[in-house]
């Protein structure tokens, strides 16, 4: 098999679907010639998850000054010119 599935083989063949996962890795679904899904192993997944929540994440992330400093000065004069 290529690594692609039409959606239909995919249902009617799905025990081979996930074998070619785990021997060839990624496997793409299409519906009417469109690429709509990809099965992958659940290790890879995990992977690309990162494994741990978002919380977590940006707990770990390094400290970083994000202070925005600007001048206390207006940035233009504004004319509110008397109606003409």
Request: aromatic content about 8%.
């Amino acid at each position: 098999m290529s690594g692609h599935w039409q959606l239909q083989e995919a249902k009617q063949r799905f025990s081979e679907l996930i074998r070619s996962v785990e021997t060839d890795g990624p496997q793409f679904v299409t519906r009417h010639g469109e690429e709509v899904a990809v099965v992958i192993d659940v290790a890879e997944y995990r992977r690309l998850r990162g494994g741990g929540d978002f919380k977590a994440f940006l707990q770990a992330a390094p400290d970083v000054d994000l202070e925005v400093r600007r001048p206390s000065a207006p940035a233009r004069a504004i004319d509110f010119g008397e109606g003409e």
